[in-house]
């Protein structure tokens, strides 16, 4: 239950979960539930749930106590307008979700959202939940679905399994007959006495789910779990046509999409589920030590590592949403694997890690790979893996769903140990005796800053399993204990190590660098003090394209800028000067690497700060994959996002790069889709310490 006893527990709030504050004080001060609550109720409950709290105003972040008059009046009308159809489609809510919190005098009402059921989603106003009715929570705002994305929810509320569907056309002839007799053999060999054993190959697959009569048309065919397991890649692309499997094995511990062995669709192979899985399980588990141990006699060829895999493959493929366009992605790296599946979950991650509920969007595959040993169709997959995991003391495995750009569900397995004696020592020789005090989850808080540089709220979250308020305390704990230090308070927080820091801009670029500490906000800002003069004047582009170029933009995209400043010569060219050396900086060393990028030790990866200095093949590259937002100056948003993350893959670059390769404002591309994405952690910047620095570099997380 959320308690409020001071501002400090709402910044722990805004930390730690999503958090709306609204006035509710009404027109005219008589208190109203306000009209922008019902999409932040709809964002709410088909995201993550979160909590909305009536009497306070959030002016830019800040907090001030406000109360909420009539307050029974205010619980009145909420009530009365969550059991209104036509205005919402479900009320999610109890008397004990909502509830009055007396604060120095004043009464808040504090509205605690849930995580609407998958049988109740897509939650939407008035009662049509298209056109804009239906809401998601992306970051801190509510955005609009998309029509496709509710048709997609409406599908998932209606269908239980979703791939028990009959495929009226489809037949033997769409079967891989290899893959099919695989699978029988396998079955055979486990359950020799089966009676399914003696059946045809027709009646085997109905038994199995795979085959299935319509009883409207009296037609026979495959159903698309049938399909999807057994078929060929021609005839699933048919009735798929967003279908995809890719395996990646990666030679080194970093994001870039470089491999020394891949499997997906190229005509080499079925390009079936069945064949998939015996492939890439093979292929996962090739390099796992198998101690020597004997049960009930005799040698047990499998260790707590190999079942977590088998298990995270199987839920990968049984619980995919074959119709969304992410594709099914599972990657061998050697320090971790990591398992993607399109579509989000049907339960939430935190209820699916315990264990014990059991809700899978393909049932009759999961029914098909349980009678060959694989999963138990009890919901006890999660809970497998985690406890694999932890049998080898390796860091908790991150479960997590991505909205953007596409539908998705994530499962990474590091093979990291929590506590390496060697960060261990480090600690010790830093902290003495009081790191030894801590608890467990202070130990563990201290190494994962030492190993990852940084800490967050939600990688403290993943590794501990600790409620977000306490671990929210702990962290807090740990910075006013001078272990940790903090920046960028709120939402985005990152803890370092006392005294460590984290890379700087001029400790990369130069001393003179730190002037750029300042957002371009701030620089257009200081343009307004070039107030209009009646002494006309026109500036000549060509004097000042060698300052233009400092900003790493296109001096044709000033040029009508320039030419509208009325404005006295002489105070016009001061301002350029200046902002001309704030802008300049030089590089602490000038070493790159064969491309062209900026190497520094500060950094994980080469760093893209000038175009200048790459080479042409690089060059054209980056060239071609920003084209189209150059051609299409309105592009879909997830194409913008989807050209951002390729532009960013395996080297940090620039905001002035970024903007210069777009043709696009700098703050507007910050604001609109960098900022998205480094809280989405699709991306992550070089200086975590001062977000709206200038020469901010992003690199993408894969």
């Not at 995201?47 to 009536?54: D, E, K, L, P």
């Not at 306070?56 to 009365?80: A, C, M, T, W, Y």
């Not at 960028?488 to 801009?505: D, E, F, I, Q, S």
């Not at 404002?665 to 952690?681: F, G, I, K, S, T």
Request: proline fraction near 6%.
């Amino acid at each position: 239950m959320i308690q409020i006893q001071s501002i400090a527990d709402l910044e722990l709030l805004r930390e730690t979960v999503d958090l709306e504050c609204k006035l509710a004080a009404g027109r005219y001060g008589q208190g109203q539930v306000p009209d922008d609550f019902w999409p932040t109720y709809s964002a709410f409950a088909n995201t993550s749930g979160g909590v909305v709290i009536f009497g306070i105003r959030d002016k830019h972040g800040q907090f001030s106590i406000e109360g909420v008059p009539n307050v029974q009046n205010v619980r009145r009308e909420l009530f009365n307008q969550l059991n209104n159809r036509q205005k919402v489609s479900c009320n999610l809510l109890t008397d004990a979700d909502v509830r009055e919190v007396p604060f120095d005098g004043k009464t808040l009402l504090v509205i605690e959202i849930p995580r609407a059921r998958r049988n109740l989603r897509p939650v939407h106003l008035t009662s049509n939940p298209f056109s804009g009715h239906t809401y998601r929570r992306l970051n801190d705002g509510d955005r609009q679905l998309p029509d496709e994305e509710v048709k997609r929810m409406l599908a998932e509320q209606i269908e239980d399994s979703r791939d028990d569907r009959f495929l009226p056309g489809y037949g033997f002839d769409d079967i891989c007959m290899d893959t099919f007799r695989a699978y029988r053999q396998l079955f055979a060999n486990r359950n020799p006495e089966h009676q399914w054993n003696t059946c045809e190959d027709t009646e085997f697959l109905r038994q199995l789910g795979g085959w299935r009569r319509d009883r409207e048309t009296g037609e026979s065919g495959l159903t698309l779990a049938g399909l999807l397991m057994f078929g060929c890649m021609a005839s699933i692309q048919e009735a798929l046509p967003n279908y995809m499997l890719d395996y990646q094995e990666r030679p080194e511990a970093k994001t870039e999409l470089r491999w020394v062995d891949r499997l997906t669709l190229d005509g080499k192979w079925s390009g079936n589920l069945y064949d998939f899985y015996r492939r890439v399980y093979m292929k996962l588990t090739a390099d796992l030590k198998v101690p020597f141990a004997l049960e009930k006699g005799e040698r047990k060829d499998e260790t707590p590592v190999h079942v977590a895999l088998r298990e995270a493959l199987a839920n990968t493929l049984v619980h995919a949403d074959y119709s969304d366009r992410a594709s099914i992605l599972v990657v061998k790296r050697p320090d971790m694997f990591g398992f993607r599946n399109p579509g989000l979950m049907r339960i939430p991650p935190e209820v699916a890690i315990h264990g014990g509920e059991h809700d899978c969007r393909n049932r009759t595959l999961h029914k098909m790979f349980r009678l060959i040993g694989v999963g138990e169709q009890a919901g006890s997959g999660l809970p497998k893996i985690y406890g694999g995991w932890a049998k080898q003391h390796w860091r908790a495995p991150a479960l997590y769903e991505r909205a953007e750009p596409y539908n998705q569900t994530l499962l990474e397995l590091r093979m990291i140990d929590l506590l390496p004696e060697g960060i261990i020592s480090r600690l010790r020789e830093t902290f003495g005796v009081r790191f030894d005090s801590l608890d467990k989850n202070g130990r563990l808080t201290l190494a994962a800053a030492a190993s990852e540089k940084v800490v967050t709220h939600s990688r403290l979250l993943e590794m501990t399993g600790m409620h977000p308020l306490d671990a929210t305390r702990l962290l807090q704990n740990l910075v006013r204990e001078s272990f940790l230090e903090v920046h960028n308070a709120g939402r985005g927080a990152v803890y370092c190590l006392y005294g460590a820091g984290l890379p700087k801009p001029e400790e990369v670029f130069g001393p003179s660098s730190e002037h750029l500490n300042q957002s371009s906000e701030h620089l257009a800002r200081s343009s307004e003090h070039l107030a209009p003069s009646s002494e006309h004047f026109v500036v000549k582009p060509e004097q000042f394209f060698s300052k233009i170029e400092t900003f790493h933009a296109k001096p044709e995209q000033f040029v009508s800028k320039i030419e509208t400043f009325h404005v006295k010569p002489e105070q016009f060219v001061s301002k350029i000067e200046n902002l001309h050396q704030k802008t300049i900086q030089k590089p602490v060393n000038n070493r790159r690497d064969p491309r062209g990028c900026l190497l520094s030790d500060q950094l994980d990866a080469p760093i893209i700060d000038s175009l200048d200095t790459l080479e042409p093949e690089l060059l054209a590259s980056l060239e071609q994959m920003a084209a189209e937002p150059i051609k299409h100056r309105r592009i879909p948003r997830d194409t913008m996002q989807k050209v951002i993350l390729n532009l960013c893959t395996d080297h940090y670059i620039t905001l002035s790069c970024l903007a210069k390769l777009l043709c696009r404002d700098m703050e507007a591309l910050r604001q609109h889709y960098l900022r998205p994405l480094v809280r989405e952690n699709l991306l992550r910047m070089a200086f975590p310490t001062v977000p709206t620095h200038l020469m901010q570099a992003y690199r993408a997380n894969k």
